[in-house]
């Protein structure tokens, strides 16, 4: 149980393009799913959480406008990385959770940007 | 500001013997702590959690202990085996937040 599965799993395109990459959850209804970027050697650093239905929250530093987040049923959240650039070029991954208390969040497999 | 710590950004253990990991944690808002073993190219993959109220959580070959007074947590895994090769992150949950705070990572290497 508690599978997300995110898509594509990997994605190479010129700079300038804009990229959409999903977040499902496959047997439970995610209230809330997280987006996070792992840059090399670093910890995955949390970029936005999304509510199903409400607008997304962005960590400092993260820029809305670049980083577009939908979150529009309870088992699809989609980040669309838009113009994108090669400093974009990271791991992106995806988790979801109940949002019940303290269960854990459970993660996507992640996508790999490389913006050339 | 790193609020979490994996100080050890590898370890080496041979087969059948006993893998310990490690992490420290700063703030004392702190209340959820998880492991997460991640293969690389894939997302990571829950393990075992503690709540803050515990100082022990056994899970099979799993065991993670929290020393509270420390802000020290660790990951036990006995007998380690090949398959247990793969990146292992802690992370905490705390402060009226959801938010997944995770340390650097420790590389886990299990010699057959």
């Known amino acids: 149980g508690a599978v997300v599965s995110q898509h594509p799993s990997r994605v190479i395109c010129k700079s300038g393009t804009s990229v959409k990459i999903e977040c499902r959850s496959l047997?439970?209804?995610?209230?809330?799913m997280f987006w996070y970027r792992q840059f090399p050697k670093k910890s995955l650093m949390l970029m936005a959480t999304s509510n199903e239905g409400s607008k997304a929250t962005y960590e400092q530093g993260v820029e809305k406008d670049k980083f577009l987040i939908n979150h529009a049923s309870l088992t699809l959240s989609t980040l669309t990385v838009t113009s994108a650039h090669p400093e974009d070029s990271s791991f992106y991954i995806c988790s979801a959770t109940t949002g019940t208390g303290n269960q854990p969040q459970h993660f996507g497999d992640g996508t790999r940007l490389s913006i050339l | 500001d790193q609020q979490v710590k994996q100080n050890s950004p590898s370890l080496s253990v041979q087969e059948g013997r006993i893998s310990i990991l490690n992490c420290d944690y700063t703030?004392?808002?702190?209340?959820?702590f998880l492991w997460y073993k991640k293969y690389p190219a894939e997302g990571p993959t829950f393990l075992i959690s503690i709540s803050s109220i515990k100082d022990k959580n056994e899970d099979g070959r799993f065991t993670v202990f929290l020393n509270k007074s420390a802000k020290h947590l660790s990951l036990h895994i006995v007998p380690s085996q090949p398959g247990d090769s793969a990146v292992y992150f802690c992370?905490?949950?705390?402060?009226?937040?959801?938010?997944?705070?995770f340390g650097t990572g420790t590389l886990l290497a299990v010699q057959p």
């Open positions: 992370a905490a949950l705390g402060g009226a937040t959801n938010k997944l705070i």
């Open positions: 703030n004392s808002m702190f209340d959820y």
């Open positions: 047997d439970f209804q995610a209230t809330t």
